[in-house]
Nanobody, 126 residues
Framework: QVQLVESGGGLVQAGGSLKLSCAAS????????MGWFRQAPGKEREFVAA????????YYPNSVKGRFTISRDSAKNTVYLQMKPLKPEDTAVYYC???????????????????WGQGTQVTVSS
């Protein structure tokens, strides 16, 4: 049974930082591209960051580029999202996702991902 468990969310002031973790189990981690998405109240879920299977490629939308960093640790089957500096508009539930891919190194669309975590809340106060 595949499980993705996020942690590290919380309440932080604008300009602060948080590091989210997503521990994966029940899958061969090295065969999955990983990604982070977020969903704010009343909005659709949006792509935040993606990393290739071996970690050599990453991709971010303009909204977080230069502030967020995705990384992965194959020894721990864990993917991370370092966020700094945070803005109030970053407030959302953050989800990690795993997508098995043999063609594209980076996955940016929701329907490209096979498994999802339960989400962790990030709240940024102004």
């Amino acid at each position: 049974q595949v499980q993705l468990v996020e942690s590290g969310g919380g309440l932080v002031q604008a300009g602060g930082s948080l590091k989210l973790s997503c521990a994966a189990s029940g899958l061969t981690f090295s065969t999955y591209a990983m990604g982070w998405f977020r969903q704010a109240p009343g909005k659709e879920r949006e792509f935040v960051a993606a990393i290739s299977r071996n970690g050599d490629r990453t991709y971010y939308p303009n909204s977080v580029k230069g502030r967020f960093t995705i990384s992965r640790d194959s020894a721990k089957n864990t993917v991370y999202l370092q966020m700094k500096p945070l803005k109030p508009e970053d407030t959302a539930v953050y989800y990690c996702a795993a997508g098995r891919t043999t063609v594209w190194p980076i996955l940016t669309l929701e329907n490209e991902y096979d498994y999802w975590g339960q989400g962790t809340q990030v709240t940024v106060s102004s």
